[in-house]
């Protein structure tokens, strides 16, 4: 009897991922036999270094784990040690924490579909050569970055890293006359989104679907961003403060990244396609019209079509912060006061590519016990795993060389940030 | 036609922030990219050429044995090397674990400790091999960071001020927040550099950028005391993005 024939795929270190890893699929024969989604990136141990630290720290400290999605860990970090603390932060102060978040997501999500994805879709290696033959496309693209960068500076103070983020609200409250310069450039963004998802929904998707278990947030008539229960399209409904007792983590030998699996029943996934599945309805009228304009149902599933729900969320997110800019009013005080006391608080966001849980345990003086953090990529890294099976599984005749692309374009699907996973890739295809 | 620069981007461990500046560059990157050949650059581009580079930009701290190596090589393949933020100049916040038990650090974030290999440090890129120029701050500043790439490309040597936070302050008009409303800050012996941000948003400068050129520590220490501050919120203050340095500075 003969052998089959073995290959391997891989790619040792995955481009225009934030962070580091690589892939590796074998292959024998026909069959996949092992896919492993390797995070290399070295370990920095947040968990650990928080214990001992203030309550006040964590939003500073904790942004310095993911410089893509700070404000995602900022506004996990301080609705936790909010509750921790016995107090809500509501009203205006709550409203500027969501526009902050839009301007994470215009950031976030621009970089992604335009100078990460794109390339894919339409061959190139880098945004830098597609802006040869598609100069407008590109420069649209950074402009839209652009804005979405001006305003987490202005609410913010700077885009990476956020300096006025406090437990309890804001070092400074926005001036309206702060806000009001940013309207025309937010209404050129939308304008720009709506191009993308125009643009976006015209690629060749690869024939793929999955019957995931979707989970996002869930508050009633907002978008999912800043607040709400843990749902999914399977059932799960539950208040952020049971997460553990519905998800685990696991260490496997291949990635610095755990894996996240829901307890008795497995992987899932979060970010934008879970959140459009699951709350569509509750898009603005303008993001809601060019997602049926551009095909998209809640009822999608094919992974590659998330780049046009990171298009369609664009527009909500410069429409939800022209909102919030219009309703704004400047508040008393830039910040509740907040007293420590020993307690466990949870907060869970939505970052751009998917949601975020952190649950600390203080002392009475404010000083941090013991912290978890459980970024997206974490969460959707089994779901990784098995996309890239059934990937390769429908693409066996591809040339390598091809399989090795469409294989990293399906780990980019996922907008994996892999600085976060560990506190990500490289793709290895073995055949046999 | 002569050969354009090369340009390549490294990481080790950190956040991406430093080099997400870069991409941040929105009116300059497309331009940059007509003026060098960006040919290691891995967030952005899967195309990458070998070396030898022109100039590189080293993001990210020395945490593993691989990484040891790693920046060796990169060092041998650049003509000039710069490392751009808190992580690669001054180990970033992940040197907390200098002062620790890694493994048991280890096994509190794994549950498989065997899995996990790490060294007991982490520290700056100049701790491994020569570096031609350190750009602080936690994140970098744009500006600074395209100051720094044309200088290099230019040959000569970068106009970054080595004064504190204060100046900037001053030059922006901002009033003191450590006089006028009693805030503890850590501009006075913090490297300008982020523009004054945070007294702008009525908060006192926790440090982001490091230690200015010859900080006067104790003088701050003692009206940090005066403030209120305790010791230990001293200590944690001083102990956050740009650990090695301000210890040094401290023990001066």
């Known amino acids: 009897m003969s052998t089959p024939k073995t290959k391997t795929i891989r790619t040792d270190a995955l481009a225009r991922v934030e962070g580091e890893g690589a892939m590796y699929v074998r292959i024998a024969g026909r069959e996949v036999e092992e896919v492993k989604l390797n995070i290399y990136e070295p370990p920095r141990f947040f968990e650990a270094f928080l214990r001992g630290r203030g309550f006040t720290e964590v939003p500073d400290i904790t942004a310095r784990i993911c410089g893509i999605c700070p404000v995602a860990y900022q506004m996990s970090s301080v609705t936790a040690m909010e509750m921790a603390c016995g107090i809500e932060v509501d009203g205006q102060l709550r409203a500027l924490r969501r526009l902050l978040y839009c301007g994470e997501w215009i950031e976030s999500h621009a970089l992604h579909v335009f100078m990460l994805h794109a390339p894919d879709f339409l061959g190139y290696p880098s945004a830098i050569e597609l802006a040869r033959d598609a100069p407008d496309v590109v420069a649209s693209a950074l402009e839209m970055k652009k804005i979405g960068n001006e305003l987490m500076t202005v609410v913010g103070g700077r885009e990476v890293h956020p300096i006025n983020v406090k437990v309890g609200g804001w070092y400074r409250a926005p001036r309206k006359g702060e806000l009001a310069p940013l309207v025309p450039k937010l209404e050129r963004a939308r304008e720009i989104a709506l191009e993308a998802v125009r643009i976006t929904s015209g690629f060749d998707f690869p024939d793929y679907e999955q019957d995931y278990e979707l989970v996002a947030l869930d508050h009633p008539g907002e978008y999912p961003i800043d607040r709400g229960r843990v749902v999914s399209n399977r059932g799960l409904d539950i208040p952020v403060t049971e997460y553990d007792d519905h998800f685990v983590e696991e260490h496997v030998e291949w990635s610095n990244a755990l894996h996240s699996r829901i307890i008795e029943r497995g992987s899932y996934l979060c970010g934008p396609l879970a959140r459009f599945a699951l709350a569509a309805d509750r898009l603005s009228p303008i993001a809601r019209d060019a997602a049926r304009e551009a095909g998209l149902e809640p009822s999608e599933r094919n992974p590659f079509k998330s780049i046009v729900v990171r298009s369609v969320e664009l527009v909500y997110a410069a429409d939800e912060a022209l909102r919030i800019i219009a309703e704004y009013e400047e508040p008393d005080a830039p910040a509740v006061e907040v007293e420590p006391r020993a307690g466990v608080g949870y907060g869970c966001t939505e970052a751009p590519r998917g949601i975020l849980y952190h649950r600390y345990e203080i002392d009475a003086e404010g000083s941090i016990l013991d912290a978890k953090i459980v970024p997206p990529t974490s969460q959707n890294q089994r779901t990784i795993e098995e996309d890239l099976r059934g990937v390769v599984e429908r693409s066996l005749d591809m040339p390598d060389e091809e399989l090795t692309i469409r294989c990293e374009q399906t780990i980019r699907n996922y907008d994996p940030c892999i600085s976060c996973a560990t506190h990500f890739l490289t793709l290895d295809v073995e055949r046999r | ?252």
């Open chain 2, 1 to 252: 036609m002569a050969r354009k620069p090369t340009l390549a981007v490294w990481k080790f461990a950190s956040c991406d922030g430093c080099q997400l500046s870069l991409l941040d560059c929105e009116d300059e990157i497309l331009s940059l990219a007509g003026e060098v050949d960006i040919a290691y650059f891995l967030e952005a581009t899967r195309a990458t050429a070998e070396g030898p580079y022109d100039l590189s930009l080293v993001e990210g701290s020395v945490t593993t044995h691989h990484d040891m190596e790693r920046i060796r090589e990169v060092r041998k393949a650049s003509k000039a090397l710069v490392t751009i933020g808190a992580c690669a100049t001054a180990g970033g916040v992940q040197a907390l674990k200098n002062f620790a038990d890694v493994d048991e650090y280890i096994s509190a974030v794994y549950a498989t400790p065997d899995y996990i290999s790490t060294l007991d440090s982490s520290t700056p890129i100049s701790a491994h091999v020569p570096v031609d120029f350190e750009l602080n701050g936690c994140p970098i500043n744009k500006r600074q960071l395209l100051e720094v790439i044309t200088a290099f490309l230019h040959g000569r040597r970068p106009e970054i001020p080595t004064s504190s936070v204060c100046m900037e302050c001053k030059r922006r008009g901002t009033v003191c927040v450590m006089v006028a409303h009693g805030t503890p800050c850590l501009g006075p012996v913090t490297h300008a550099g982020c523009g004054a941000l945070c007294p702008s948003y009525n908060r006192g400068c926790y440090g982001c950028f490091g230690p200015m050129e010859t900080p006067n520590i104790a003088a701050l220490t003692n009206q940090l005391g005066e403030l209120g501050m305790g010791e230990k919120a001293v200590d944690r203050v001083f102990r956050t993005f740009n650990v090695r340095p301000f210890e040094e500075a401290r023990t001066r």
